[in-house]
């Protein structure tokens, strides 16, 4: 059972008996009034840059909306863009789970809702569209303790936890949640995960580039490519490679070619993503900052300028569409 406070901001603060159940709201939860609503923005992100596994993120300029007002029953879910013939329409939608769950977690439940989703974000091409719906759900839950005038709403220390529950790891919620580039890492006490961010600025000569392909990919396929257990020069190197990408990311944009380099990963997957592992080749052949993003199939590419043309038509001849991309700034929120 979850109970409900508030804190010196007039925050709603939640505790939780023996049974730590916050999968959804207590029966005692306040319920919020019909007639509120919230618009939520949520970047794309690109995960690991390299050598950074589960460490590094960075937020991009590709955008999922989220429109949600209570009503008084029911739920009711439209959807349009990316995976909209794939996603369900009731309770089971990740954005609805994450709503109420960040509800739950501030001792609030709403009587009804009504979502209007905007996909932009591709689906299942290494682009962190899972931790933004979770995200934007969260996000949504925010913006209506804020509409119900029961303070700031969620803190993003609580967005960034909130949030990388859902994905198990917090590169990709973090980096929607706070926008630039992060730096991530877990910690747990008696077997409960705590997620926690430190935002990076990112050198402002730092531009972006995705090449995204039509094939999709399974993140938990791709995982289970990965060994147990790496050879010690290659923990070695990773490590000082992602040291090397902070530097890179925030200070010295001529070392991205050296901090983007990987052993830990990229390789063990090469196999199981061709034409991606094939791009990535490529691409370094002729002096570009290129990684997979995320678990893939997309590619990344960090640079201080754009990608040129016969770069882009390469790409294209293997099946990838370029898109120049903003490092995006976090999740934004709106109310009324």
Same mark, same amino acid.
């Given at each position: 059972?979850?109970?409900?406070?508030?804190?010196?901001?007039?925050?709603?603060?939640?505790?939780?008996?023996?049974?730590?159940?916050?999968?959804?709201?207590?029966?005692?939860?306040?319920?919020?009034?019909?007639?509120?609503?919230?618009?939520?923005?949520?970047?794309?992100?690109?995960?690991?840059?390299?050598?950074?596994?589960?460490?590094?993120?960075?937020?991009?300029?590709?955008?999922?909306?989220?429109?949600?007002?209570?009503?008084?029953?029911?739920?009711?879910?439209?959807?349009?863009?990316?995976?909209?013939?794939?996603?369900?329409?009731?309770?089971?939608?990740?954005?609805?789970?994450?709503?109420?769950?960040?509800?739950?977690?501030?001792?609030?439940?709403?009587?009804?809702?009504?979502?209007?989703?905007?996909?932009?974000?591709?689906?299942?091409?290494?682009?962190? =569209?899972?931790? &933004?719906? +979770? %995200?934007?759900? @969260?996000? !949504?839950?925010?913006?209506?303790?804020? *509409? /119900?005038?029961?303070?700031?709403?969620?803190?993003?220390?609580?967005?960034?936890?909130?949030?990388?529950?859902?994905?198990?790891?917090?590169?990709?919620?973090?980096?929607?949640?706070?926008?630039?580039?992060?730096?991530?890492?877990?910690?747990?006490?008696?077997?409960?995960?705590?997620?926690?961010?430190?935002?990076?600025?990112?050198?402002?000569?730092?531009?972006?580039?995705?090449?995204?392909?039509?094939?999709?990919?399974?993140?938990?396929?791709?995982?289970?490519?990965?060994?147990?257990?790496?050879?010690?020069?290659?923990?070695?190197?990773?490590? =000082?490679?992602? &040291?090397? +990408? %902070?530097?890179? @990311?925030? !200070?010295?944009?001529?070392?991205?070619? *050296? /901090?983007?380099?990987?052993?830990?990963?990229?390789?063990?997957?090469?196999?199981?993503?061709?034409?991606?592992?094939?791009?990535?080749?490529?691409?370094?052949?002729?002096?570009?900052?290129?990684?997979?993003?995320?678990?893939?199939?997309?590619?990344?590419?960090?640079?201080?300028?754009?990608?040129?043309?016969?770069?882009?038509?390469?790409?294209?001849?293997?099946?990838?569409?370029?898109?120049?991309?903003?490092?995006?700034?976090?999740?934004?929120?709106?109310?009324?």
């Amino acid at each position: 059972m979850l109970s409900v406070s508030a804190d010196g901001a007039g925050r709603p603060v939640v505790g939780s008996d023996a049974d730590g159940d916050v999968s959804g709201a207590s029966p005692s939860a306040r319920i919020l009034p019909v007639g509120l609503s919230t618009r939520v923005r949520v970047p794309a992100s690109s995960a690991n840059l390299g050598p950074g596994f589960d460490c590094l993120g960075m937020a991009l300029g590709i955008y999922d909306e989220v429109i949600v007002e209570t009503v008084p029953a029911g739920v009711a879910l439209e959807v349009e863009g990316e995976g909209a013939e794939d996603v369900p329409r009731d309770d089971s939608h990740l954005v609805v789970r994450a709503l109420r769950r960040g509800l739950a977690h501030a001792g609030l439940r709403a009587p009804g809702l009504t979502l209007r989703c905007v996909n932009r974000i591709p689906h299942s091409r290494g682009l962190g =569209s899972s931790a &933004a719906a +979770a %995200v934007s759900g @969260l996000a !949504a839950a925010s913006g209506l303790i804020s *509409a /119900a005038g029961l303070g700031s709403g969620l803190s993003h220390d609580e967005l960034v936890q909130l949030s990388s529950e859902f994905e198990g790891h917090p590169d990709n919620a973090a980096a929607s949640v706070l926008g630039s580039a992060v730096v991530t890492w877990t910690e747990s006490a008696d077997g409960v995960a705590s997620y926690h961010a430190h935002r990076l600025t990112v050198h402002p000569d730092i531009c972006a580039t995705v090449f995204v392909p039509d094939t999709e990919s399974s993140t938990s396929f791709t995982r289970g490519l990965l060994p147990d257990a790496v050879p010690r020069a290659d923990a070695v190197f990773n490590l =000082s490679r992602s &040291a090397l +990408a %902070v530097v890179a @990311l925030t !200070a010295d944009p001529r070392a991205l070619m *050296a /901090a983007s380099q990987d052993r830990l990963h990229q390789p063990y997957r090469a196999t199981a993503m061709a034409p991606t592992s094939g791009l990535v080749t490529a691409l370094r052949a002729r002096g570009h900052a290129a990684t997979v993003s995320g678990a893939g199939p997309t590619v990344l590419v960090l640079g201080t300028s754009p990608v040129p043309a016969d770069v882009r038509q390469l790409a294209q001849g293997l099946g990838f569409d370029a898109r120049s991309v903003a490092v995006a700034g976090g999740v934004e929120i709106s109310v009324g």
